[in-house]
């Protein structure tokens, strides 16, 4: 089993995990239309908090993200699907966060879900061969 390289706890950066799982809350509230406010309202806590939950710059409680998970409709486990053991200090879900932290990132994501399977194919194809063109 692949050891999970973690930082340290004086650490002044967010944990790779906590900013993926934060990442992966605000696409799921985006992708079902939820304001911040609307989610801390549901939740019981301020909608800076949500926000500090989505940075990762907070960590969620197991107890809060069972709530969450509840309230945007989710499982519980998809909050950390694409989490992997990095290898040597890798990057944690083949860069899956740093995706969704660059610009249009979550919109892609919302726009692929939409689509049929036969077009995700077709998107993934381009994409591919737009990349290995990309010098």
Known sequence: MKKLVTQGANSAQPH???LHVGALIKTRRKALGISQSALAHALGITFQQVQKYELGSNRVSASKLYEIALKLETPLASFFEGLEAPVDGGPIAGGLTEFLNQRGGRELVAAFT????ALRRQLVSMAMAMAATDD
Not at 114 to 117: E, L, N, V
């Open 16 to 18: 790779l995990v906590d």
């Open 114 to 117: 939409a689509m049929s399977p």
